[in-house]
C-alpha cells in the first residue's frame, strides 16, 4: 500500500527530531493547574505555591493537591474528603478540625504540622514526614501509617483504631492516651522510646520483644501473649522540647 505524502513528511521529521533532537508540542490544549482560582471542590492545584495564606473552610472534597505547597497555611476546618495530597508541603501548616476521610497524604513533608481533631478516618499516609506534628483528638479509624516518619509525633486522645504503623518510625511518638478497640499493626515498626503507657496491646499486631524493649511502658501496659515488660520500666518523663 503507499504511503501518502504528508505522512512520509512527518513520519521524516519525527526521525529527524529523533536524532537532534527537538520538542513537540502536543496537538491539543495542554491541561494545567489553575493555580489562580479560588478553592471549590475538585479543583486542580497541582505544583501551585498556596503557602503562608489564610483559608479555613476551604471546600476541597477530591481536589488535586499533588505536590501543592501549603507550608504554614491555614486549612483549619476545611473540607479534603477524598483529596489528593501526595508529596504536599504541609511544613508548620494547620488542618486542625479538617475532615479528611480517604484522603491521600502519601509522601507529604509535614514537619511540625497541626493535625488536631483532624476526620482522616481511612486516609493514607504512607511515607509521610510528620515529626513533631500533632494528632490529638484525631480521628484515624483504618488510616495507613506505613513507612511513614513520625518522630516525638502526639497521639493525645487519637481515635487509633486499626491503624497501620508497618515499617513506620515511632521514636518518641506518644501514643499514650491514644483510643482504639481491637488491633494496631506494628510489624518491623521503630519504637526507640515510643510512650505506651496504659495502653491494652494485647491484639495489637507483629509486636516483637525487641520493640517492647526500645519502648516506654509501665505496669498498666498490656502485651500480646509471649511478649514481657523489660525491667527498665517505667521510663523516665519525656522532654518534648528536645
Given at each position: ?26 496537538l491539543g490544549p495542554a491541561l ?112 495507613n501509617f506505613e513507612k511513614a ?5 502526639d497521639f493525645d486522645d487519637a ?84
Amino acid at each position: 500500500m503507499e504511503v501518502s505524502a504528508p505522512v512520509k513528511r512527518r513520519s521524516a521529521f519525527l526521525a529527524a527530531c529523533m536524532l537532534i533532537g527537538c520538542t513537540i508540542l502536543p496537538l491539543g490544549p495542554a491541561l494545567a493547574a489553575d493555580c489562580g482560582s479560588t478553592a471549590a471542590p475538585g479543583l486542580d492545584w497541582t505544583d501551585c505555591t498556596k503557602r503562608n495564606i489564610m483559608i479555613p473552610g476551604s471546600e476541597l472534597e477530591g481536589a488535586k493537591l499533588f505536590s501543592t505547597d501549603f507550608a504554614s497555611t491555614d486549612l483549619s476546618n476545611s473540607n479534603l474528603k477524598s483529596a489528593n495530597l501526595e508529596k504536599a508541603t504541609l511544613v508548620r501548616a494547620s488542618l486542625a478540625g479538617a475532615a479528611a476521610e480517604k484522603a491521600n497524604f502519601s509522601k507529604v513533608e509535614a514537619y511540625r504540622s497541626n493535625f488536631t481533631g483532624i476526620s482522616a478516618e481511612g486516609a493514607n499516609f504512607a511515607s509521610a514526614e510528620l515529626q513533631r506534628s500533632g494528632f490529638a483528638k484525631a480521628k484515624l479509624t483504618g488510616a495507613n501509617f506505613e513507612k511513614a516518619e513520625l518522630g516525638r509525633a502526639d497521639f493525645d486522645d487519637a481515635v487509633l483504631t486499626g491503624v497501620r504503623f508497618s515499617l513506620a518510625n515511632l521514636s518518641r511518638a506518644d501514643l499514650s492516651h491514644a483510643t482504639f478497640e481491637g488491633p494496631i499493626i506494628f510489624d518491623h515498626a521503630f519504637m526507640y522510646l515510643t510512650r505506651i503507657e496504659g495502653l491494652d496491646l494485647s491484639a495489637a499486631q507483629g509486636l516483637e520483644q525487641g520493640q517492647i524493649e526500645l519502648a516506654c511502658g509501665d505496669a498498666k501496659t498490656k502485651l500480646p501473649a509471649g511478649l514481657n515488660p523489660p525491667s527498665g520500666w517505667p521510663c523516665p518523663p519525656d522532654d518534648r522540647d528536645n
